[in-house]
């Protein structure tokens, strides 16, 4: 039976050779993994969102698919589109969506209207081509990227699509010590190799797995108190639904397991809260406190 301890830990041990620091983010990512959730990564450019997605992927063995988020983005080059060939029979070309791991880079910038018709597929991992519903591959994680809104050309991606996620991760600047650490990487003469030390059949086999962990009466109570402080705050406008309550769970299950334990503890909800709430959570614009600043006053109080 595989030891998810050990295995994310193996799987951290060969993305450090492509990334450096990072350490609570690919954390997260791989507890998304686990979880079956997907997961928005904000942070400016330049921050390795896109080395930490493409490393994970390589050192679990998975099909990797990366689509690039640009104004004039549409449905079909994410997806693909039916076709009818030359001998009149409808065929279908698959977008690269067709994959285990998905990478949108810089989702806030693609048109809302393609953004939202990922809905069906990250909710049913399905897609519907023609009259032709296709699953999509087992497992299927999407990370979609999002810049800051301050930077030029994003907009935000509708709070429907958003609450899908299961969290969101923040990507900041590293530590001057990680800085220099990733000048070694970059300026070795040849480029590490990330190895597979997952199989995709390990990686169901966790999810499977996550299941099992046990979760207290007072957690659950834990869970659902905070997530009703989110709307009854004075500075929210819409508070975290019960899919924030559902994500909860479910990633406090995966924290708990990649960290040996059976059973989901307060601490585990606690580390959760700012990825699962901030990007459900909509602020008053004339509150003065920004979402993490509500989510840490709730965490204090609980």
Do not use: C, W
């Not at 999407?142 to 907009?155: D, S």
């Not at 869970?223 to 975290?240: A, K, L, Y």
Request: hydrophobic residues 40%; proline residues 4%; neutral net charge.
């Amino acid at each position: 039976m595989v030891d998810p301890k050990k295995s994310y830990e193996a799987v951290v041990e060969q993305v450090r050779k492509r990334v450096s620091g990072k350490e609570e983010v690919l954390k997260l990512m791989f507890i998304s993994i686990v979880a079956n959730g997907h997961a928005l990564l904000e942070g400016v450019p330049g921050v390795a969102k896109t080395t930490m997605s493409k490393a994970m992927s390589d050192a679990i063995q998975a099909d990797f698919g990366r689509v690039q988020g640009t104004a004039d983005l549409e449905f079909k080059d994410i997806v693909g589109y039916a076709y009818v060939d030359s001998n009149h029979q409808v065929q279908v070309k698959r977008g690269p969506i067709f994959t285990n791991i998905l990478l949108i880079d810089e989702l806030n910038r693609a048109p809302q209207r393609t953004a939202s018709a990922l809905l069906e597929a990250l909710e049913e991992r399905q897609v519907t081509l023609g009259d032709s519903t296709i699953p999509l591959k087992q497992p299927f994680i999407a990370f979609a990227t999002q810049n800051p809104l301050n930077v030029e050309g994003t907009i935000p991606i509708p709070k429907v699509l958003a609450d899908r996620f299961l969290m969101r991760i923040e990507v900041g600047y590293p530590s001057i010590d990680e800085e220099v650490e990733m000048l070694k990487i970059k300026d070795r003469p040849v480029e590490s190799k990330v190895e597979r030390v997952l199989s995709i059949n390990e990686i169901l086999e966790m999810q499977r797995m996550v299941s099992d962990i046990k979760v207290s009466e007072d957690v659950l109570k834990y869970i659902t108190n905070i997530v009703n402080q989110t709307r009854s705050d004075m500075h929210v406008v819409m508070g975290g639904s019960p899919r924030a309550e559902i994500s909860f769970l479910k990633a406090g299950k995966a924290r708990a397991m990649i960290e040996g334990r059976n059973e989901v503890n307060v601490d585990d909800i606690k580390k959760l809260a700012r990825p699962i709430l901030s990007h459900r959570i909509v602020v008053r614009s004339t509150g003065g406190v920004g979402v993490n600043g509500i989510i840490d006053g709730i965490i204090a109080t609980s």
